[in-house]
């Protein structure tokens, strides 16, 4: 669908700016591709890095058939009120806003206007994401193919309800934080043992690049991948006995569960 659209992104920050590189990359035109920036020296970054144009809001809500939301939720409410009179109903709208359902874009958008929810991470900018997608109401198969499309060059996608989503954002949209916390926190154990702080972290940060890699390429569940490793009475099993006596694996069920609520009371914030 490369060159059949033209997308516009509003509210160009990072995760906006990734996505216009990943259009770029899996060959939308540059002059298929728009962009807003609320400072002038942020838009003329845009433009000289990826050749794209640069408009106001209104301009890239009467030139794009694709207009993507990046702007921070709190933010939304006064975009919506002053461009949603101003999307033709023909405009799909994707929303990549943390928290915000479709049915917060609809209240605001000319009645018929497809809405498409997407919540992706911050990989995205080494195009190894994961990126959930749910409709609207009013949005087609083919509308969700085409953002499927417009995200698959920044890493997977999967098509979830939307009621999935805040359970999404809790784990796959904040996730990338919970894994460089534990990363922060070998690296200091392996200070405390005695090991170099850059010899601790390239050794950890090796075993979670080759531990994702097994468990993505084996297909083993991740149970099996770690009893493979605990030898009767070893190194290992020790190790997994404090975790589990910190009660660990229930505190991460607990983060996750609060991550999911507060991503619902963002939600409440503002429908």
């Given at each position: 669908m490369a060159g059949e659209?033209?997308?516009?992104?509003?509210?160009?920050g990072k995760m906006?700016?990734?996505?216009?590189?990943g259009l770029l990359r899996a060959g939308w035109p540059a002059g298929r591709l728009l962009a807003t920036a609320r400072r002038p020296e942020r838009a003329e970054e845009?433009?000289?890095?990826?050749?794209?144009?640069?408009?106001?809001?209104?301009?890239?809500?009467?030139?794009?058939?694709?207009?993507?939301?990046?702007?921070?939720?709190?933010?939304?409410?006064?975009?919506?009120?002053?461009?949603?009179?101003?999307?033709?109903?023909?405009?799909v709208v994707v929303s990549i806003c943390a928290g915000l359902p479709t049915s917060f874009f609809e209240k605001h958008l000319p009645s018929g206007t497809p809405v498409i929810r997407v919540m992706s991470n911050t990989p995205a900018m080494v195009d190894q994401a994961m990126t959930a997608i749910s409709g609207g109401t009013h949005a087609t198969a083919e509308q969700l193919a085409l953002a499927e499309e417009m995200?698959?060059?920044?890493?997977?996608?999967?098509?979830l309800p939307e009621s999935q989503q805040d359970a999404v954002?809790?784990?796959?949209?904040?996730?990338?934080?919970?894994?460089?916390?534990?990363v922060e926190a070998m690296t200091d154990a392996g200070i405390l043992l005695g090991l170099p702080r850059q010899v601790a972290y390239e050794l950890i940060l090796q075993t979670v690049i080759g531990s994702a890699a097994m468990l993505r390429d084996s297909?083993?569940?991740p149970v099996k991948l770690r009893e493979a490793v605990t030898s009767p009475a070893g190194t290992t099993i020790n190790a997994i006995r404090e975790l589990e006596d910190h009660?660990?694996?229930a505190a991460l069920i607990a983060a996750l569960e609060a991550a999911r609520d507060r991503a619902r009371e963002i939600a409440a914030d503002y429908t």
């Open positions: 659209h033209t997308v516009a992104v509003v509210g160009a906006g700016e990734t996505l216009l590189s845009l433009a000289v890095r990826y050749g794209v144009r640069v408009v106001d809001n209104d301009e890239a809500a009467a030139s794009a058939d694709v207009l993507t939301i990046a702007v921070k939720p709190q933010d939304a409410p006064a975009l919506l009120a002053a461009l949603g009179p101003k999307v033709g109903r023909d405009v995200f698959r060059p920044l890493g997977r996608t999967i098509r954002t809790a784990l796959s949209g904040s996730g990338p934080a919970y894994i460089y916390y534990l297909g083993e569940h009660k660990v694996r």
